[in-house]
């Protein structure tokens, strides 16, 4: 049965609690809020709620059209939202669906009504759900085929040495020198099972949605060197590892944490595209309740203005491969899925970036209900 999460806000406890009661006898599980800051902490702690009621008029410094901004630029953009009103004007329905309100429906209204309109936009959700999907299996498809060139590439090398030495050894008389061949062709040799070994750990735990115990350590080591099969990661790039020993596991679906760590590492990797230096930094380390990855890159830098919309959906300032430019480039949901993931395990990403300088941290809880991928 499909989830019908609302979340009605209204300052009248009749209004809200009468609307609550019409929609739970639908079938919705629905929450209440007073004024717009109630509804903001709730939205924070169920980041993908599927509909929102509010009215326009509320007490306090926010109003209806101050929460809808809210909601879209940064609690939960695709969460749709219908705005109620009982001060019906052509500017404030313009307004607000410039805002990216649903609708606009003035008080007193038909539950009927209402009811439809409630229907319509969770049709509308679960629509830009299978879109967003759609196009995230477009990137991982893309990934994979990026994934497969690397290797090839990466394997070319061993083998060739391989067989150069081995016709050496074919060719050689002098006992000692064979043997000297022969180190090498086994050191190519473990260069190759390493590769292998990589990829089958990524086919076996990256494709499977098991939940197990995860080290994150280990799940790091294993996909960086998979994305030494990009040619500016292998040559360009000098990756910094500091992974604290002994290091908690966490409870999870390898391919959500594998997931999140390759959206933020490749968006490292954009980002020190045109830059002088180019170092990627990866820390790990336990604290009391939570594990923490961090990801720092020498790139050029978030500026502040963009700072605050990176994680929205659809957003990137990538227009050529010289680094961040403004305009739009790609699909932009690296950063956005990476977020959504990591919520789905209680986690949370944050964010330092200076000229020459991005941090990423992400925060994965030890004790924690298990996620389900992207919920968006």
Not at 127 to 135: A, P, T
Not at 334 to 352: D, K, N, P, R
Request: positive net charge; aromatic residues 6%.
């Amino acid at each position: 049965m499909t989830s019908k999460n609302l979340l009605i806000v209204d300052d009248e406890k009749r209004i809200r609690e009468t609307i609550q009661t019409y929609f739970k006898s639908k079938g919705y599980q629905a929450l209440v809020a007073a004024d717009a800051q109630e509804a903001i902490n709730i939205i924070r702690e169920l980041p993908n709620l599927d509909l929102i009621i509010t009215d326009v008029s509320m007490p306090g410094a926010k109003d209806g059209i101050s929460l809808l901004t809210e909601i879209k630029q940064n609690l939960s953009p695709f969460s749709q939202v219908i705005i109620l009103t009982g001060y019906p004007n052509v500017a404030g329905a313009v307004k607000a669906m410039e805002k990216g309100a649903f609708t606009y429906i003035t008080k007193p209204f038909d539950f009927i009504d209402l009811h439809r309109a409630a229907e319509r936009a969770l049709k509308k959700r679960r629509q830009v759900k299978i879109n967003i999907r759609r196009e995230l299996q477009k990137e991982n498809l893309s990934d994979l085929g990026k994934l497969w060139s690397g290797l090839a590439h990466n394997l070319m090398s061993p083998v060739q040495s391989i067989l150069g030495f081995s016709e050496l050894c074919l060719a050689e008389n002098d006992l000692g020198k064979i043997k000297e061949n022969l180190r090498k062709i086994i050191t190519s040799t473990g260069a190759i099972r390493s590769s292998i070994n990589s990829l089958l750990t990524k086919v076996r735990k990256g494709y499977s949605e098991d939940i197990s115990a995860i080290n994150l350590n280990d799940m790091i080591n294993n996909e960086l060197e998979l994305l030494m099969g990009n040619l500016m990661m292998k040559t360009d790039i000098e990756v910094r590892l500091n992974l604290a020993p002994e290091l908690p596991p966490v409870t999870g679906v390898y391919i959500d944490f594998s997931q999140v760590f390759l959206n933020v590492v490749n968006n490292a990797i954009e980002a020190m595209r045109a830059s002088p230096v180019k170092a990627l930094s990866v820390t790990t380390r336990g604290t009391d309740n939570s594990v923490l990855i961090e990801i720092e890159d020498t790139g050029t830098g978030i500026s502040p203005q963009d700072l605050p919309r990176i994680f929205q959906p659809s957003f990137t300032t990538k227009t050529t491969k010289r680094g961040y430019r403004a305009g739009q480039l790609g699909t932009g949901l690296g950063l956005y899925s990476a977020l959504q993931i990591s919520q789905g395990y209680q986690g949370t990403i944050s964010v330092e970036s200076r000229p020459g300088q991005t941090k990423f941290t992400i925060k994965i809880p030890i004790s924690q209900k298990p996620g389900k991928g992207l919920a968006c």
